[in-house]
T-cell receptor
């Protein structure tokens, strides 16, 4: 069974204070790892897809990296508008229907 | 920018009633999905749909649930006889290909009384 564990559950940062979120996964053959951002009461908003170990993607203050067992979402000099829950999800190569398995998320709060 | 839309945004129903949640996926996408998120919990996969048939479903998606693509633009989730534990946010998603990024709608909050 595919499993995704995210840590920490919650993170409070001061504006400008860089940090990293972790996503550990167990999957029988990774097809893709996805990062989403979710604001309260809204749907997940796509950020990145990573397909193979060593791959990195960047967008503004966010950078996602992937190893064979985990992924990191690095946030550089965050701003209050980066406050949200960040979700990690995996898709297994063997899934017949492209199911995503999500972690519990990391709730990020950036204080001004 | 194309987006997935869902209606209604909030649905309140009595236990045992039937509900239909509606979604308009991104046009030209071929794969469609439903997920749900119980308050305070993680997003859970329900079902995926391609070429007018279910391609995968989870243990949650029992006989009370059904999906349909009644026309070229809509994708619906029906719950035949709602239970209290069906109260959740239901998200529709779509993707161009099976391995491609899934784009999510804003969700329908279902409250079963």
């Amino acid at each position: 069974e595919d499993q995704v564990t995210q840590s920490p559950e919650a993170l409070r940062l001061q504006e400008g204070e860089s940090s990293s979120l972790n996503c550990s996964y167990t999957v029988s053959g990774l097809r893709g790892l996805f990062w989403y951002r979710q604001d309260p009461g809204k749907g997940p908003e796509f950020l990145f897809t990573l397909y193979s170990a060593g791959e990195e993607k960047e967008k503004e203050r966010l950078k996602a990296t992937l190893t064979k067992k985990e992924s990191f979402l690095h946030i550089t000099a965050p701003k209050p508008e980066d406050s949200a829950t960040y979700l990690c999800a995996v898709q297994a190569r063997e899934t017949s229907g492209s199911r995503l398995t999500f972690g519990e998320g990391t709730q990020l709060t950036v204080n001004p | 920018e194309p987006e997935v839309t869902q209606t209604p945004s909030h649905q309140v129903t009595q236990m045992g009633q039937e509900v239909i949640l509606r979604c308009v996926p991104i046009s030209n996408h071929l794969y469609f999905y439903w997920y749900r998120q119980i308050l305070g919990q993680k997003v859970e996969f329900l079902v995926s749909f391609y070429n007018n048939e279910i391609s995968e479903k989870s243990e949650i998606f029992d006989d009370q649930f059904s999906v349909e693509r009644p026309d070229g633009s809509n994708f619906t989730l029906k719950i035949r006889s709602t239970k209290l534990e069906d109260s959740a946010m239901y998200f529709c998603a779509s993707s161009d290909g099976g391995q491609d990024t899934q784009y999510f709608g804003p969700g329908t909050r279902l409250t079963v009384l």
